[in-house]
């Protein structure tokens, strides 16, 4: 088994005023010190994209940090290292 990847997680609301908890979400991840590439996925709901994130074996703190970031006021992209 290799070790984990180690990089940075960008997610994004799709539509940034819907709300948190049924919102689309786009998620690409970027190793350090590379780029963002043009593939992404999206998900549907905080459900989903929780799915996903814990499938990509991404820490519970860090799924929780951006929830904190998705669930705030403005519709910026939020970030978590993985």
Not at 45 to 73: C, K, M, N, Y
């Amino acid at each position: 088994m290799g070790s984990p990847a180690m990089g940075f997680l960008h997610i994004t609301r799709v539509h940034g005023d819907i709300d948190p908890v049924n919102a689309e979400y786009r998620i690409v991840f970027a190793p350090l010190g590379g780029r963002l590439h043009g593939r992404y996925a999206q998900r549907q709901g905080l459900g989903a994209l929780t799915d996903f994130l814990l499938q990509a074996r991404v820490p519970l703190p860090e799924i929780e940090r951006a929830w904190q970031h998705l669930a705030s006021a403005e519709s910026t992209p939020s970030r978590a290292s993985s």
